[in-house]
Nanobody, 122 residues
Framework: QVRLVESGGGSVQAGGSLTLSCVVSGMRFTGGKWGWYRQAPGNERELVAMITPGGVANYADSVKDRFFISRDKFTNTVSLQMTELRSEDTSVYYC????????????????WGQGTQVTVSS
């Protein structure tokens, strides 16, 4: 059974920092991208940051140079360090674990965590 267990959400004042973590277990293939999306009320779920097993990361323009993603292959954990938080970062943050792609097609299912709330007050 695949599990994505998120932790680290909460409330913080603007300008503050939070770190989210997600422990992934049970995936058959762990060579795909892992990372984070977010969804605010009334909005679509959007990419925040994703990282390959080799450490290549991509970020949404809105979080570049403020958020930093990392991945630990020994603990199967993907983390998101969020700094200089703004009120517009308020959202539910979802961990995502993708299976590897072959010719653009997934080898197996992709998975989502249950979400963790991040609230930034101004």
């Amino acid at each position: 059974q695949v599990r994505l267990v998120e932790s680290g959400g909460g409330s913080v004042q603007a300008g503050g920092s939070l770190t989210l973590s997600c422990v992934v277990s049970g995936m058959r293939f762990t060579g795909g991208k892992w990372g984070w999306y977010r969804q605010a009320p009334g909005n679509e779920r959007e990419l925040v940051a994703m990282i390959t097993p080799g450490g290549v990361a991509n970020y949404a323009d809105s979080v570049k140079d403020r958020f930093f993603i990392s991945r630990d292959k020994f603990t199967n954990t993907v983390s998101l360090q969020m700094t200089e938080l703004r009120s517009e970062d308020t959202s539910v943050y979802y961990c995502r674990a993708e299976s590897p792609r072959y010719d653009g097609l997934p080898l197996a299912d992709d998975f989502w965590g249950q979400g963790t709330q991040v609230t930034v007050s101004s």
